[in-house]
Every structure is written in C-alpha cells, then in structure tokens.
C-alpha cells in the first residue's frame, strides 16, 4: 500500500493501553490516583429519599483516601436524624470504599455518600485548588 507523504510523517498520539488513570486535581496539585490512598479532598454533597419528605447534606474531610471527619445535617424524620448521628460516629477512620459499602440505612445519606464518592472520585471536591 501506498501511504502519503503527510501519513508516513504523522506522529504518534497515543500512549497505547497503558497510559495511567486521568489526573485529578486534589490541594493544588495533579495526582494520578492508582489507589485508594492517593485520593484527599474536602467536599459535600446533598442526598434526598421520597419527594417532599426529607433531605441531608453530608461534608466529608477525606486525607489519604481515609475519612478524618464526617459532618452530616438533616431536614427530615427520625430515622434520618438517628442514621446521621450513626453516620457522624461510624464514618471516621474507613476508607472511602468502606464508606460507600456502609449501609446506614437513610436512602438520604446513602445518596449522599454515592454523590460524594462520585465528586471526589472524578475530582470535583472543594480543596481542589
């Protein structure tokens, strides 16, 4: 086959399939994060169960890939106020994988910490420059 002379002198753009996972920005630095412990951030997130019934905001100070604080407030029933102070008490010192697998019961939160796995994951929290 018969290439031209603008092919033949094309450069290579890709890594191939090894070129790592995408930079996120955490603390005014880029990080490739390969695992777990390489994710830091602060950042909130607001989750909601039925319309019209309840909703709560969850902060979380994340450093090494590990919750150092976990801040929850509710507008809701009872079991969203007893799954926040369950939330406050058992969120600090898991990872954050710990965190999502954690079932505590309020959708509101659970959708909460999806939102905040999701924001902090992609790069999107509040520390981030």
Request: hydrophobic share 40%.
């Amino acid at each position: 086959m018969n290439y031209s002379h603008e092919v033949e002198n094309m450069c290579i753009v890709a890594k191939g399939p090894k070129h790592g996972p995408a930079p996120i920005p955490e603390e005014a630095k880029w990080v490739k994060a390969y695992e777990i412990k390489d994710i830091s951030g602060f950042t909130h997130g607001v989750g909601w169960c039925a319309p019209q019934q309840g909703t709560c905001k969850l902060t979380l100070n994340v450093k090494n890939g590990i919750v150092e604080e976990a801040l929850v407030e509710t507008l809701g029933c009872s079991g969203m106020t007893h799954s926040a102070a369950m939330a406050a008490e058992i969120l600090p010192g898991k990872t954050l994988l710990e965190c999502l697998n954690t079932d505590l019961v309020c959708d509101a939160i659970n959708v909460a910490m999806r939102e905040l796995f999701l924001q902090i994951v992609y790069g999107r929290s509040q520390s981030a420059f």
